[in-house]
T-cell receptor, first 111, second 110 residues
Framework: NAGVTQTPKFRVLKTGQSMTLLCAQDMNHEYMYWYRQDPGMGLRLIHYSVGEGTTAKGEVPDGYNVSRLKKQNFLLGLESAAPSQTSVYFC??????????FGPGTRLTVT | DAKTTQPNSMESNEEEPVHLPCNHSTISGTDYIHWYRQLPSQGPEYVIHGLTSNVNNRMASLAIAEDRKSSTLILHRATLRDAAVYYCILLKTSYDKVIFGPGTSLSVIP
């Protein structure tokens, strides 16, 4: 099992550009999550999903959209990137609300 | 939402036990206490969780106070690979928004 994978690993965007981050899991988990982590801080939940076709807002959802069209994939979109969105993004999945499995992260820089 | 409080940083000597404290005075009866850790440049990984009783697994032990307002993660013999940020979080049985605070940065001294 690959576990949780994230694509891409690194990305540099200019202000105003758009992009989509892909998270894939092969553990048949129902729950999936997107977090961001800024230097010296803990993780903050952006959006999450409790099943295929569902999404919900987390702690810091503004400026992001998500979709869960397939159970194994959770996409995070930035429609118009801003420098404040420079961060490391982590995806996670879990079968219940308990143990979450995290991906390796995507480092995004917006200039 | 119930919150947790942890020391910003701790140090330990290699091969000695480490006790990482967490205060959660507003914990509710349905909150489970979870611990995750994040090694440098990696995503967090699950360590252990519990509700009321002390718990042990291959990675660590979790000691929960009788009133559940605090808990302690115990690493029995710290190794250099245990140097990480440790997060104490509270989760309910049905999904609730997960809030990771800044955690405790553990340094292990050879």
């Amino acid at each position: 099992n690959a576990g949780v994978t994230q694509t891409p690993k690194f990305r540099v965007l200019k202000t105003g550009q758009s992009m989509t981050l892909l998270c894939a899991q092969d553990m048949n988990h129902e729950y999936m999550y997107w977090y961001r982590q800024d230097p010296g801080m803990g993780l903050r939940l952006i959006h999450y999903s409790v099943g295929e076709g569902t999404t919900a807002k987390g702690e810091v959802p503004d400026g992001y959209n998500v979709s869960r069209l397939k159970k194994q994939n959770f996409l995070l979109g930035l429609e118009s990137a801003a420098p404040s969105q420079t961060s490391v993004y982590f995806c996670a999945s879990s079968q219940t609300s308990y143990e979450q499995y995290f991906g390796p992260g995507t480092r995004l820089t917006v200039t | 939402d119930a919150k947790t409080t942890q020391p910003n940083s701790m140090e330990s000597n290699e091969e000695e036990p480490v006790h990482l404290p967490c205060n959660h005075s507003t914990i509710s009866g349905t909150d489970y206490i979870h611990w995750y850790r994040q090694l440098p440049s990696q995503g967090p990984e699950y360590v252990i969780h519990g509700l009321t009783s002390n718990v042990n697994n291959r990675m660590a032990s979790l000691a929960i106070a009788e009133d559940r307002k605090s808990s302690t993660l115990i690493l029995h013999r710290a190794t250099l690979r245990d140097a990480a940020v440790y997060y104490c979080i509270l989760l309910k049985t049905s999904y609730d928004k997960v809030i990771f605070g800044p955690g405790t940065s553990l340094s292990v001294i050879p």
